[in-house]
């Protein structure tokens, strides 16, 4: 098969077609391919990591607008695998039967166990880890699905900061050993290929 890495070796374009924005599972694709997910709070940057990671400038919408992804939002890599682009969660203004849905919509998509499935998690550099990303990680968790740990737009941040933000993600939601932990920045170019590689050995598998 051939993965998303080896294509970036080579200097190949990444083949990638935006499939559908599915309100609900019903709307998910037809055909069953493993999905990797991005989740994280709202404005923490799935969408520019998404981008990122496919080296495609505007594939996924983003957005200043926090809030906007309501949808599970699917694009086919290499015909091999989707990216699912999740809708962010801890938006302040958005009202409790917002959240409410939010929040059916993602736990029935993670514990469905119908799909092959992996999730990153997306956590923003500037910020320290609040009780919604504790209350994703424990829905991964009890979901018993593949999962890492993404730090997002480690640029905008010290590195004596970001030093204190790793261990205190690391307390905070009290990740083991041997959790996948990957700093990123989509603006400076940092981390693509430690994300490409996690995904192509859960392919492979
Ligand atoms: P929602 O879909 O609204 O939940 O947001 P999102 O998580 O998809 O975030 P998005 O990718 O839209 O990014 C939000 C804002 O952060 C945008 O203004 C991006 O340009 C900015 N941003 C994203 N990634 C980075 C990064 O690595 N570094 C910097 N400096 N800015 C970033
Ligand atoms: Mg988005």
């Given at each position: 098969m051939a993965f998303l890495r080896q294509q970036v070796e080579a200097g190949v374009e990444v083949e990638v077609k935006?499939?559908?924005?599915?309100?609900?599972?019903?709307?998910?694709?037809?055909?069953?391919l493993p999905e990797i997910a991005?989740?994280?709070?709202?404005?923490?940057?799935?969408?520019?990591?998404?981008?990122y990671y496919l080296d495609r400038r505007s594939m996924a919408k983003i957005s200043g607008k926090p809030g906007k992804t309501r949808l599970l939002n699917y694009f086919e890599v290499e015909e091999n695998y989707y990216l699912v682009d999740l809708p962010g969660y801890g938006f302040a203004r958005v009202s409790k039967s917002t959240r409410h849905q939010w929040q059916k919509l993602?736990?029935?998509?993670?514990?469905?166990?119908?799909?092959?499935?992996?999730?990153?998690?997306?956590?923003?550099?500037?910020?320290?880890?609040?009780?919604?990303?504790?209350?994703?990680?424990?829905?991964l968790q009890d979901a018993e699905l593949p999962y890492s740990v993404v730090v997002t737009?480690?640029?905008?941040?010290?590195?004596?900061?970001?030093?204190?933000?790793?261990?205190?993600?690391?307390?905070?939601?009290?990740?083991?050993?041997?959790?996948?932990?990957?700093?990123?920045?989509?603006?400076?170019?940092?981390?693509?290929?430690?994300?490409?590689q996690w995904v192509d050995a859960l392919l492979e598998e």
């Open positions: 935006f499939i559908t924005s599915a309100p609900n599972l019903a709307g998910r694709p037809e055909e069953i991005f989740i994280g709070r709202s404005n923490c940057g799935k969408s520019s990591l998404i981008n993602i736990r029935q998509y993670f514990f469905a166990g119908d799909r092959p499935m992996a999730v990153f998690l997306l956590l923003d550099a500037r910020h320290k880890p609040t009780e919604d990303d504790k209350k994703t990680l424990k829905w737009k480690i640029d905008k941040v010290s590195k004596n900061i970001l030093i204190e933000r790793y261990r205190e993600i690391v307390t905070t939601l009290q990740l083991s050993k041997n959790t996948p932990f990957f700093p990123t920045s989509s603006t400076a170019k940092i981390g693509r290929e430690n994300l490409l």
